[in-house]
């Protein structure tokens, strides 16, 4: 998924809603924040969350190589027919989800960044199969950091808010449509993968809503479940 939106537009409880909704399925989460900001945040109620420039590097690394290992075991498994994916086999969906991710490119040399970029478009690319995702949110998707063909693979794009024509053509390609503002957080245009552009409206928050506090206990429910599962097979073994 691609996210893109100006300041205001709601791009960023949209990211905490999909993270609330991953938590409530058994995905595996890994944030990256370069901004140290919201999504920063999680990281007192969650873990796998990074904001310091080593350690987002780092986990992008161990994100691709967990795809490749998983990709290579999973025509082991016993289970394993050609056209099935990481779900017939009941494995973990495992999703890279990055604010702010123009403001960690420009952290890099020039260097990092191709390094980096390469393994995101290679994840984008091959990670469906073996259910590795990325969800890559910028206020603009500028074609210097989604070059290379890497923003034609994603499958789900998003333009919330105000975009300049500029930017709904790098979001959605040159289309003969007119894009409109509405003043609702929120709101915007989404391409679904058919290359048909429809407007969209992102889900609506309850007032009141503590992201911080849903998401920190969904997370403490989770290692209480890993906990007990683990002292029953100990307890088998």
Do not use: W
């Amino acid at each position: 998924a691609l996210i893109c939106g100006g300041t205001g537009g709601g791009k960023t409880y949209f990211l905490l809603t999909i993270i609330e909704a991953l938590l409530r399925t058994n995905a595996d989460l890994y944030i990256l924040d370069p901004k140290n900001a919201d999504l920063a945040d999680l990281g007192t109620v969650m873990g796998n969350v990074y904001h310091t420039k080593d350690d987002m590097i780092d986990c992008v690394n161990a994100f691709y190589e967990g795809m490749v290992t998983r990709s290579e075991e999973m025509k082991l498994h016993p289970n394993y027919r050609t056209g099935e994916n990481y779900a017939y086999l009941g494995l973990a969906p495992q999703f890279l989800i990055f604010d702010e991710y123009v403001a960690f490119m420009e952290m890099l040399t020039t260097k990092e960044n191709a390094a980096v970029l390469n393994k995101l478009k290679q994840i984008v690319m091959l990670g469906r199969q073996a259910g590795y995702f990325l969800i890559l949110a910028c206020q603009r998707p500028d074609a210097k950091y989604l070059g290379d063909g890497i923003r034609d693979q994603f499958n789900f794009r998003v333009a919330l808010g105000r975009m300049s024509e500029l930017g709904y053509s790098m979001m959605f390609g040159e289309v003969d449509k007119d894009f409109f503002l509405k003043q609702i957080k929120g709101r915007g245009y989404v391409d679904t993968g058919n290359s048909v552009i429809s407007e969209f409206y992102t889900p609506l928050v309850p007032k009141g809503h503590d992201f911080l506090k849903e998401i920190g206990r969904l997370s403490q429910n989770r290692q209480d479940g890993q906990a007990a599962c683990e002292a029953k097979d100990a307890g088998t073994d």
